[in-house]
């Protein structure tokens, strides 16, 4: 004996007035939060002016190196890292490898640098503080952002990537100086 539903077709009755409303309600959300995606890319400055390209780790090192040995003006302390300050305007690099950002950085204010970063190992994170910029960085990519940094500081480079025993101790410095 085949059970017999109440009503003949339960699931076609017409929809309430206030679940239409509802429904209308939902996809009008929808609608917006959709549109505040696109608006926001557009409108909503943050987005990192950056570039991607294939390097090799090697010829990273080698780019990093020329640089520092050309604009080094001392050390970092007593932990031996060079400090570097390259001419405004041009190509700067910022190794990251196992526990360390290399070199520490020194910029002047109101300049613009393109600031290359890549990974000797493996991946890192490149976590700016206090003012939060946040950027993956991989071996075998040659990222880079163009910067203008406008306020004079010092500036906390973290690894913000799990990357091993030492990740807690990987800390860098970007040091931006009045205009010289
Ligand atoms: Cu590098 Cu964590």
Redesign the pocket.
């Known amino acids: 004996m085949a059970i017999q539903p109440v009503k003949g077709l339960w699931w076609n009755e017409p929809l309430h007035r206030m679940e239409l409303i509802w429904i209308f309600i939902a996809f009008l959300w929808g609608v917006v939060m959709f549109s505040a995606m696109i608006y926001w890319h557009i409108a909503g400055q943050q987005n990192l002016s950056n570039e991607a390209y294939r390097i090799d780790p090697e010829v990273f090192a080698a780019k990093a190196e020329a640089m520092t040995e050309q604009y080094q003006i001392g050390e970092e302390g007593d932990t031996g890292v060079p400090v570097v300050h390259p001419p405004p305007g041009s190509d700067v690099y910022m190794i990251?490898r196992?526990?360390e950002w290399w070199p520490v950085l020194e910029f002047e204010k109101g300049q613009s640098y393109r600031l290359h970063l890549s990974s000797m190992d493996w991946q890192?994170?490149f976590s700016l503080q206090p003012v939060n910029i946040n950027v993956q960085v991989h071996p075998n990519y040659d990222l880079v952002l163009t910067i203008t940094p406008d306020e004079a500081g010092e500036y906390t480079v973290v690894?913000?990537?799990?990357?091993?025993i030492g990740?807690h101790t990987?800390v860098g410095k970007i040091r931006v100086v009045e205009k010289q």
């Open positions: 990251a196992l526990w890192h994170g690894c913000n990537e799990f990357c091993g990740h990987m």
